[in-house]
């Protein structure tokens, strides 16, 4: 079975520029997280979706970031404009309602 | 290759006895350990980490973790369970404090019975 799917695993952008991560959660999951981990910090849940309405999304700084998870499966994360302080690794994971959650590889943003 | 085992899928303890979560490690160099927690329906929280020193961690809600590099293990402790502690623990591993490669356990669930 095909675990949590994230792209591109690594990105570079000037700062002011836009930038999207896709997330593809294992099949049948109907609950998706975003994270965020800084530099030398856990990671931090950044929107939770159960199916395609997002439940949690009260650390998503909405001014420069959106998501959205059409038709409750694949999911995507955008930025913009993107700031020097962007620079992270942002996570995916997905679970079935409460159950174990399961990451994929993560992408790593360059924000120069 | 490198992994991370948590033998135990669920764990059920009483209040207020003690707990501890084992976690299981295969990697190639001093790895970065950390704990996290995630109650249901909610996301991941930062328990502790360990990057060097002290092998003896603390960290918040009372927990700690023991870095033992012969056994190749770090595992979770806290002396006296409360009911909300019930959630599921994961385990990870990391090369440095990058997060990138970080590479979680397949989880521990906690049960607390009154």
């Known amino acids: 079975e095909a675990g949590v799917v994230q792209s591109p695993r690594y990105k570079i952008i000037e700062k002011k520029q836009p930038v999207a991560f896709w997330c593809n959660p294992i099949s049948g999951h109907n609950t998706l997280y975003w994270y965020r981990q800084n530099l030398g910090q856990g990671p931090e849940l950044l929107i939770r979706y159960e199916n395609e309405e997002a439940v949690d999304d009260s650390q998503l700084p909405k001014d420069r970031f959106s998501a959205e998870r059409l038709k409750g499966v694949d999911s995507t994360l955008k930025i913009q404009p993107a700031e020097l302080g962007d620079s992270a690794v942002y996570l995916c994971?997905?679970?079935?309602?409460?159950?174990?959650?399961?990451f994929g590889q993560g992408t790593r943003l360059t924000v120069v | 290759a490198q992994s991370v085992t948590q033998p135990d899928i669920h764990i059920t303890v009483s209040e207020g006895a003690s707990l501890e979560l084992r976690c299981n490690y295969s990697?190639?160099?001093?790895?970065?350990l950390f704990w996290y927690v995630q109650s249901p329906g909610q996301g991941l929280q930062l328990l502790l980490k360990?990057?060097?020193?002290?092998?003896l961690v603390q960290g918040i809600k009372g927990f700690e973790a023991e870095f033992k590099r012969s056994q190749s293990s770090f595992n979770l402790r806290k002396p006296s369970v409360h009911w909300s502690d019930a959630a599921e623990y994961f385990c990870a591993v990391a090369p440095d404090t990058g997060g990138f490669k970080t590479i979680f356990g397949a989880g521990t669930r906690l049960f607390v019975k009154a």
């Open positions: 360990y990057f060097s020193g002290d092998t």
């Open positions: 990697y190639g160099a001093t790895p970065y």
């Open positions: 994971a997905s679970s079935q309602g409460a159950q174990r959650a399961f």
